[in-house]
């Protein structure tokens, strides 16, 4: 049997995943919309919820930031062997590996509680964990400037694009998010939409990135577009 692999492909199966777990999770809002609050919420609607943990979308994108951290041990290792600079690509590997943990273990969800008690913190840092996340973010982008900018053209836009989707997501989203969650007279379809903006644009930056990062072992080590044994 032969798998054949493309960047392309790769993207096209994670667009497509992506867009079955929003059209599941809308529909079980549309749900909450439709009927009267009941005391059992059927199965399917917690499995499919881009706003809750431990469930199919938190599975998939932890599963989404591991590839992501495996490809960049890949080409760094492949930079060492070449006795090129492999460091930012082990950092960034790294980087991944705790974000794919995080997301499985909920530790910044988690950190909110004791930051918010702490700082007493409200409105746009409803959510006190992106003040220590937006900080590490800033002093990254700061750190890993120079080697973006040292990529070749496309790898490079690809990184800027897909870490600026990730973050308006998972930062400026959240932020929007908790400020309207914690004003007077929020109302749930209309965090549900701030909520769904925020786990698709998170998602739709780690496809963006892993198309970026096979994009860039084909261009620089190995063409993708093989067939492999089974």
């Not at 079980?28 to 469930?55: D, M, Y």
């Not at 982008?141 to 600026?164: K, N, W, Y």
């Not at 309207?180 to 939409?193: M, R």
Request: proline share 3%; hydrophobic share 55%; charged share 10%.
């Amino acid at each position: 049997m032969y798998i054949v692999i493309s960047p392309g492909g790769t993207l096209k199966a994670l667009l497509g995943i992506i867009l079955l777990l929003v059209i599941a999770s809308s529909l079980g809002v549309a749900w909450f919309i439709t009927w009267p609050p009941v005391a059992r919420v059927p199965l399917w609607i917690n499995l499919f919820n881009l706003n809750l943990e431990a469930n199919i979308p938190t599975l998939f994108s932890s599963l989404q930031l591991i590839a992501a951290s495996c490809l960049l041990f890949g080409i760094a290792h492949c930079h060492r062997a070449q006795q090129r600079g492999s460091f930012s690509w082990y950092l960034l590997g790294a980087i991944f590996v705790f974000l794919a943990i995080d997301e499985t273990a909920a530790l910044h969800e988690n950190l909110t509680v004791y930051l918010r008690s702490w700082l007493g913190t409200s409105g746009y840092f409803y959510y006190a964990w992106v003040i220590p996340y937006g900080l590490a973010a800033m002093l990254l982008a700061l750190f890993f400037a120079r080697f973006v900018f040292h990529l070749p053209c496309a790898t490079g836009v690809g990184f800027v694009i897909s870490g600026g989707l990730y973050l308006a997501g998972s930062l400026g989203a959240e932020m929007l998010g908790g400020k309207y969650i914690s004003s007077p007279g929020a109302q749930e379809i209309t965090y549900s939409i701030i909520y769904t903006v925020e786990e698709t644009l998170e998602l739709l930056g780690i496809a963006l990135f892993i198309h970026a990062l096979l994009k860039y072992i084909t261009r620089e080590f190995v063409q993708l577009d093989y067939s492999v044994r089974d």
